[in-house]
């Protein structure tokens, strides 16, 4: 009954991990912070990446340790040089599955609570944020950042890392053997580093403008399927066609320019790399020749200079290869982790027990650099009456209910419901206490069920079935095809009009909020569909503060008030009986739609 506690939604889901607002927002930050709820499969996955190079490394130096026994024809060391290089080997492979087996859980976990933060804070943002974007390219966005999050955390453990490390240790390996040649490797391969990471740096804008592209597609791709109705309605199939084709045509060719970038960057390290492996290994053969290295040193400095020089191209490559991934990753971030604005206060005060009360106290409100809507608006509604908002499009009667949601804050003057002003209650209370149904009912691509049960998370079936036979809904649901079960249809398309309407107004009885907001319900319906939903909406109105938007003034003919609008302010107010009788305003809507007979 209206004036119950109904339960939040907020109450049946894990809260965010996150607060609102305070995400980090630079792409670093933002994943050592996720990774730092996973510290002990990482530490497992680095100290894995760490032995099985440390091992790679080693069996070099076992390897030359092995020829030198061999050039001595000492037989009774050689099986102890073998057991050591084929430890070592076996070590380094066991190391790389021990941490590929702890990657698969670590960093898919990264991925899913990186998801999960970005949905909670998209969630956080006022309804202007998402006029502004399209939905396509936001949900792109979240996928894109989770897919270039797991992308750098597995280039960074099995391409760069393994590189790194291991040219650390062959260069600290030959350089006890020869500490000349081990300095001068670890100058061609700081200088060879920097180059490369310049060269890298320079070709940035490439890769954000192709990160752009690819969701600018994805948002095209969502927009058109959304409204796939309409491009058939006007038989736009082949303009869509055309126009997609030119969205992906500009994809493709950001992806190649940022591509072919990467591929300079690369011949240029091959290049780079040959002749400094050739020099390196024409150096170690001159110290054999003069008598300065061993056979097993010629092989050690060989194999281990090629790791450090094919160490360095990996290595570039690998963070070359990543330039795209924190591109797309920033692009993501800066599009997604936009500060709220309106954010919710965490110690801002439930609306308890609500009897539904409402007034607007003095209110300006214009949509951003738009004309003014509201000006010095001011209405007042006691609890359990039901008022009617009438007037031309465009005069803020849809704006009003909008703002009651606090789907927008005003600019000037109060909102208050039962004398609490709603800007400073939380969102949750403030849900609970009202109910919406609209000419565009809005549906999940979920079940039957799903979608009644949406008002009360917790309903049990029971209490849905009842909440569908009070919207007169309980007789059509059981004619489709899987019931209560039947999958519905993106945005309810399997169902007709009324059918939908009957869903929303179930939904409504299902949430039992004490205030019923009606936003043109029954205008998109037929005679027959109508009478039955307005039978179904005069039901569910019964003992609630109803504000109701409505084009046919016939169906305000009830209520206890109607409130006339124009240009944002109240041009006239009373019953509804009272205003047919007198010339005005209302009585010239009413014989426009031919009902001035009915009134008078």
């Known amino acids: 009954m209206p004036g119950l506690r109904i339960v939040s939604d907020e109450k049946f889901v894990n809260p965010p991990e996150v607060a609102p607002g305070t995400i980090e927002r630079r792409p670093l930050r933002f994943i050592l912070r996720a990774i730092g709820k996973h510290k002990l499969g990482h530490l497992v996955i680095f100290l894995s990446v760490v032995t099985a190079v440390g091992c790679a490394v080693g069996s070099q130096y076992a390897i030359k340790n092995m020829v030198d026994v061999l050039a001595r024809h000492n037989t009774g060391a050689i099986w102890g040089a073998f057991a050591v290089l084929a430890g070592l080997i076996a070590a380094d492979n066991l190391s790389w599955r021990v941490g590929g087996w702890m990657a698969a859980r670590s960093f898919v976990a990264v991925t899913g609570d990186l998801r999960r933060t970005l949905f909670d804070h998209l969630l956080g943002h006022a309804p202007g944020y998402f006029a502004e974007r399209r939905p396509g390219m936001l949900a792109g966005r979240i996928s894109a950042t989770g897919n270039a999050v797991f992308r750098i955390e597995s280039l960074t453990a099995w391409n760069v890392l393994p590189p790194l490390f291991g040219v650390l240790g062959a260069i600290g390996v030959i350089a006890t053997v020869d500490p000349l040649m081990g300095a001068v490797l670890v100058g ?301 249809g993106e945005r309810g398309m399997k169902l007709s009009g009324g059918q939908r309407q009957r869903i929303a107004i179930a939904r409504a009885f299902l949430r039992d909020a004490p205030i019923l907001l009606l936003d043109e319900a029954t205008s998109a319906l037929d005679s027959e569909s109508e009478a039955g939903v307005q039978e179904a909406l005069d039901k569910l109105a019964a003992g609630r503060t109803v504000i109701a938007v409505a084009h046919r003034l016939s169906t305000l003919r009830d209520f206890d008030r109607i409130v006339v609008m124009e240009d944002g302010s109240i041009i006239d107010d009373g019953a509804p009986s009272v205003l047919a009788r007198r010339p005005g305003p209302y009585r010239d809507l009413l014989r426009h739609q031919g009902l001035h007979i009915i009134a008078a």
């Open 188 to 488: 061609v391969a700081v200088v060879l580093g920097l180059i490369l990471a310049k060269m890298a740096d320079a070709g940035r804008s490439l890769h954000h403008e192709y990160a752009t592209a690819a969701a600018t597609v994805d948002g095209e791709l969502v927009d058109v399927i959304n409204n796939v109705g309409v491009v058939r309605a006007f038989g736009a199939s082949l303009r869509e066609r055309h126009r997609f084709a030119a969205d992906v045509d500009r994809e493709m060719s950001a992806r190649r320019d940022s591509l072919r970038y990467l591929e300079k960057l690369r011949i240029f390290h091959a290049v780079t790399t040959a002749g400094l492996t050739a020099c390196l290994l024409a150096w170690a053969l001159t110290r054999w020749v003069h008598g300065l290295a061993t056979p097993g040193d010629v092989v050690l400095i060989a194999t281990l200079g090629f790791t450090v020089l094919h160490g360095t191209r990996d290595l570039a490559v690998a963070l070359v290869e990543m330039v795209q991934d924190w591109a797309r990753l920033n692009d993501a971030l800066t599009s997604l982790l936009v500060p709220h604005d309106m954010p919710d206060d965490p110690s801002a005060p439930a609306l308890e027990a609500p009897h539904g009360g409402v007034r607007f106290d003095d209110i300006d409100f214009d949509y951003a650099g738009a004309r003014p809507v509201l000006r010095r608006f001011s209405l007042e509604i006691a609890p359990g009456e039901r008022v009617g908002l009438v007037g031309r499009s465009g005069s803020g009667k849809t704006t009003l209910l909008a703002l009651l949601q606090r789907q927008y804050d005003v600019e000037r003057g109060r909102i208050l419901i039962d004398g609490a002003d709603i800007a400073s209650l939380s969102r949750a209370s403030l849900a609970d206490a009202i109910s919406v149904v609209s000419q565009d009912v809005q549906l999940f691509h979920r079940s039957v069920l799903e979608n009644i049960r949406y008002g009360k998370p917790g309903a049990s079936d029971r209490e849905v079935r009842e909440a569908a036979r009070a919207a007169h809904a309980d007789a059509f649901i059981e004619t489709l095809p899987d019931g209560y079960k039947t999958l519905v």
